[in-house]
């Protein structure tokens, strides 16, 4: 099931149609869920916008224009970050202050 028609991409993947070097590393999905503008809504978002890559697709799920997708996904704390690696998941609640553990959590981003 999909996070809902809330999500909001901010980075999309750029991919290359040449037929040489090896296919790239799947994508890793990036949710987080906020609550509007709150303070820790704006930081979390702040910390997620630096660590953008061709990799992460990162998405905006506001809770309040799109509850259906915290319900979906068993959110009930927010800002909840959701990380989907094609072989993993990962949640992280509560403050993103930390740059250092969602590195930790993303892990080698080098195709």
Excluded: C, Q
Excluded at 58 to 76: G, K
Aim: aromatic share 2%.
């Amino acid at each position: 099931m999909g996070a809902g028609s809330g999500a909001r991409p901010m980075s999309k993947r750029t991919g290359s149609h040449s037929s040489g070097p090896p296919a790239e590393a799947p994508p890793i999905h990036v949710y987080l869920f906020v609550a509007g503008d709150e303070p820790n809504s704006a930081k979390a978002k702040a910390v997620l916008s630096r660590l953008e890559s061709d990799r992460i697709e990162i998405h905006i799920v506001d809770v309040l224009e799109d509850y259906e997708a915290a319900i979906a996904r068993r959110v009930v704390v927010v800002p909840t970050l959701i990380i989907e690696k094609p072989s993993s998941s990962l949640t992280i609640v509560g403050s993103l202050n930390d740059e250092r553990i969602l590195l930790d959590a993303l892990g080698p981003l080098e195709g």
